[in-house]
């Protein structure tokens, strides 16, 4: 059972525009959301997170929304660089489980020059 | 500073076999978590260990066994391989300490891939 939701595969953008990656959940519990992103051979790494007490974290050039109403969270990339292409995975985990996090499936960026 | 080191980085195993997977976490982090990721999903979830002890599980058949060493390092164990089993093993480590919130950062290792025959 997927509790965590990637729909689009993949995504291209031009450089220097927005990219907007989405990610639904469906298990209420869930109360912390991060972004990871994964170059190829590599593992993945941490990009952004946001708690379920806030619904707007910001750092440079991505910013994460949370609407928990709609148990949907989304990763805006602006302004979007070659260097952004790479898989992005969402991440959720409730606190009593301690750290252990349910992953989407990913998207594959392409940021085209 | 070294990150999250794995070995082997691949792998071939035939089914039926035994396979053991090391890691060695961050330096400064106390917890190390295994996860699976097959081809074309996202990372799952095998097991976490503190202090030596498995902390936590998901949802994977005892044929998956770990180990924590004094120093922090740890091991992946998988008996009687499946073909199933051919996926990218990522550990990741964090500074979880005693507390129990789900607000540390993992630290992923670049994954050992196993293939399966």
């Known amino acids: 059972d997927q509790q965590v939701k990637q729909n689009s595969p993949s995504l291209s953008v031009q450089e220097g525009r927005i990219s907007i990656l989405n990610c639904d959940y469906t298990?209420?519990?869930?109360?912390?959301f991060l972004w990871y992103k994964k170059y190829p051979a590599e593992g993945p790494t941490f990009l952004i997170s946001?708690?379920?007490?806030?619904d707007k974290n910001e750092d440079g050039r991505f910013t994460v929304f949370l609407n928990k109403s709609a148990k949907h969270l989304s990763l805006h990339i602006v302004p979007s660089q070659p260097g952004d292409s790479a898989v992005y995975f969402c991440?959720?985990?409730?606190?009593?489980?301690?750290?252990?996090?349910?992953f989407g499936t990913g998207t594959s960026l392409t940021v085209i020059p | 500073d070294a990150g999250v080191t794995q070995s082997p980085t691949h792998l071939i195993k035939t089914r039926g076999q035994q396979v053991t997977l090391r890691c060695s976490p961050k330096?400064?982090?106390?917890?190390v978590s295994w996860y699976q990721q097959a081809l074309g999903q996202g990372p799952q979830f095998i097991f976490q260990?503190?202090?030596?002890?498995?902390?936590q599980r998901g949802n994977f058949p005892d044929r998956f066994s770990g180990h924590q060493f004094p120093n922090y390092s740890s091991e992946l164990n998988v008996n009687a391989l499946l073909l199933g089993d051919s996926a990218l093993y990522l550990c990741?480590?964090?500074?979880?300490?005693?507390?129990?919130?789900?607000?540390?950062?993992?630290?992923f290792g670049a994954g050992s891939r196993l293939t399966v025959l």
């Open positions: 330096s400064g982090h106390d917890t």
């Open positions: 946001i708690s379920s007490i806030k």
């Open positions: 991440a959720a985990s409730y606190s009593y489980t301690g750290n252990q996090f349910y």
């Open positions: 298990n209420s519990m869930f109360d912390y």
């Open positions: 990741a480590s964090s500074s979880v300490g005693t507390g129990g919130a789900g607000a540390n950062v993992l630290t």
């Open positions: 260990y503190y202090e030596e002890e498995e902390r």
